[in-house]
């Protein structure tokens, strides 16, 4: 059964209760990332994503990190470029401490202490994913094809960039960005909806609401090329980047079983054609909505050798992505539905689907309505998809070494 209410001050609640679950899940959805963010403050949702475990009025970092451990909470947060998410999931008999737990968290007093120490984590973190070619890859790929769109901005910024954002900084951005009707409050599993919204407004009914703009300009692709290099790169990557369905749409369910078809990690044409054949490390093709844009991906790492001939490959796997069968389709959706099945087994999974829905379309879609789209999409639909999103321009980043 699924519940909404908006309170007073703009914060909306949402709740998916599901019956026979043995646990709960409670989460924040801001709608804030780094697309939100000027290039002098790269980073600063994911260094504000940080601050939120570091203490508040009612509790120090000690406090809040101990308050979770004794009610056994799996609690963690993410940023993306878009959005920051906050969540838990507790045994439902600490409900009503688990609420009080993340409520205070999501009010921290960014404390310079705190502030000026985890701003040190943050550079380390900055410079361990450096040393990633698959990280580094993906953030220069996105940075090439939107080019000055600030859908392509990083999450982790710069070491520049973190190292001059200043507490005063930071409290601007959070007054901006975490205000109420800028963010849902959300709970899946097992709860009781009327004692949530009790909660709810006890905790969060006094936080003060301002409005909260995002730049959500269109996107045109263009056709490029380019090569990195990296020093000690044992394996060379090549990716290439198209237009893609955006969150708005029902396309993207489409887009979804057609990149099963072609990139997913079993049974896809890059499986068959260059990790089955032993020519790549890893291959795959994915699909990212997002808020009004999106994009597919698709990567691979191979020998140097044999960057030219597996990045021919993929680009030919992309550029016919209409040559499948009605076998393979029916396939692609067995996996799509199982894997949509068993996420929504899983509260904390659940949770994040059904938040991120909202956030993006303010609708609930239930997983037997999905179900049914799914098993609705036809090859001709999936053909229409390419027509209207046929890869073309595309952008191509290889990563060597050098």
């Not at 057609?258 to 890059?270: E, V």
């Amino acid at each position: 059964m699924f519940y909404q209410k908006t309170l007073h001050n703009g914060l909306t609640l949402i709740g998916e209760s599901r019956s026979g679950a043995l646990s709960t899940a409670i989460g924040f959805f801001v709608k804030t990332g780094s697309r939100d963010e000027s290039p002098e403050i790269a980073g600063m949702s994911h260094f504000l994503e940080h601050m939120m475990f570091k203490g508040t009025k009612k509790r120090s970092a000690l406090e809040l990190t101990y308050d979770l451990g004794a009610i056994g909470a799996q609690a963690n947060a993410f940023t993306s470029e878009e959005n920051t998410v906050y969540y838990m999931t507790i045994l439902p008999e600490y409900f009503e401490k688990g609420m009080d737990i993340l409520c205070d968290m999501l009010r921290s007093t960014f404390v310079q202490e705190e502030f000026d120490m985890e701003k040190k984590v943050i550079l380390e973190e900055i410079a361990l994913y450096q040393d990633k070619p698959s990280f580094v890859l993906y953030e220069k790929a996105l940075r090439k094809y939107f080019t000055n769109h600030p859908a392509g901005n990083s999450v982790l910024g710069t070491h520049k960039s973190v190292s001059d954002i200043t507490r005063e900084q930071m409290l601007a951005y959070f007054n901006a960005r975490y205000t109420p009707s800028n963010m849902v409050l959300a709970v899946s599993g097992a709860f009781n909806w009327e004692q949530f919204c009790t909660r709810a407004e006890d905790y969060c009914g006094m936080w003060n609401n301002y409005s909260a703009w995002r730049d959500a300009r269109e996107h045109v692709a263009t056709s490029d090329k380019k090569t990195i290099t990296k020093k000690d790169l044992q394996l060379a990557h090549v990716c290439f980047m198209a237009d893609g369905p955006s969150m708005q749409t029902d396309l993207r369910y489409n887009a979804h079983l057609l990149a099963m078809i072609l990139g997913d990690s079993t049974g896809s044409k890059t499986y068959w054609e260059l990790i089955d054949t032993g020519l790549a490390d890893v291959a795959s093709i994915e699909i990212s909505e997002m808020d009004g844009v999106g994009f597919v991906m698709a990567h691979a790492s191979t020998e140097p050798k044999n960057l030219d001939k597996v990045g021919h490959i993929l680009n030919g796997i992309m550029r016919n992505a209409g040559d499948f069968t009605d076998e393979e389709l029916d396939m692609a959706k067995t996996k799509y539905r199982t894997r949509l099945v068993l996420h929504g087994e899983n509260s904390m999974s659940r949770l994040v689907s059904v938040g991120m829905e909202w956030i993006y379309n303010k609708q609930y879609r239930p997983i037997e309505e999905e179900l049914n789209i799914i098993n609705a999409i036809s090859k001709e639909d999936i053909l229409s998809l390419l027509r209207k999103f046929s890869f073309e321009p595309m952008t191509e980043l290889r990563l060597v070494a050098g």
